[in-house]
């Protein structure tokens, strides 16, 4: 598997780099390292000579911390190939750019300092890549402590254009010989029968569908769809949380109000986002 992973040199973004750099190995895969120079401050210069100049030595700078982390990471990792790049802003548009021209298959990011969560989830450049991204986007939060996921839950509204996502889920499960459950979230208004008649159906279309995957499925009934997803490790073991984006928007929807003192399961546990199927 190809990985992009941005960085700020951020202790959160080593950690996303270091679970990447796991499923790169188990997945005979390789890493482009990526810093962005968003925000140097470049000194004024009386030639333009001299303010080129600075600029190389600052990017040859940055070259050399990003490959000195890189040698500290990938240590344990000697069958992944890692290359490093540094690269001028616009931060969300390179990210993506460069991900199209290197044919990545995941781009892997962490949350940024103490407001982690909420910096990632609205306005951050997290959220942007994940709201203009083609490819799946993992999001590692700045609680998690680093594990192979052995727990995949893969919350869906039982819609068909799901099946690609749940493929690159259930290969990704393979890497690390997880458990996937497929989970509803069944809100208590609608009609109890008829939906647990349409959840059968499609768990019967999806396991006919990977007849070679051991699939789990469950349905939770619940007043508050959001507060049940806020809460969804207290229900079964879960070490990875997917979701399908329905539409630009569709996390701040759903995590608008996750901004407590608990912050619940997605401080702690790795978000994946996967596009939705154009068909």
Known sequence: MRILVPTDFSATAERAFRLAAEIASKSKGSIIFLHINEKEEIPYFDKIEKRQEYKQQLESKQLKRLQRLKRKIVKPFMNVM??????????????????????????????????????????????????KSEIPVLIVPEKYDLKDPKE???????????KPALSFTIDLSKI?????????????DLAERENAHHFSN??????????????????????????????????????????????????EKIFIKSFTKDMACISTIPLLVLPEAEK
């Open 82 to 131: 890692v290359s490093t790049i540094v690269a001028q802003q616009p931060v969300v548009n390179r990210i993506l750019q460069l991900a199209k021209e290197n044919q990545i298959e995941l781009i892997v990011m962490g949350t940024q300092g103490a407001s982690g969560l909420k910096k990632t989830i609205v306005g951050s450049h997290a959220s942007r890549v994940i709201e």
């Open 176 to 188: 690390f010989n997880a458990h996937v459950t497929v989970l509803h979230i069944q809100h208590l």
């Open 152 to 162: 995949i839950v893969f919350a869906t509204n039982y819609h068909r254009k799901d």
């Open 202 to 251: 499609y768990a019967y279309f999806l396991q006919r569908t990977f007849n070679d995957a051991q699939l789990k499925f469950k349905q939770i009934n619940s007043k508050n769809i959001q507060e049940t997803m806020e809460q969804i490790d207290k229900d079964f073991p879960v070490d990875l949380l997917v979701m399908v984006r329905r539409d630009k928007k569709f996390i």
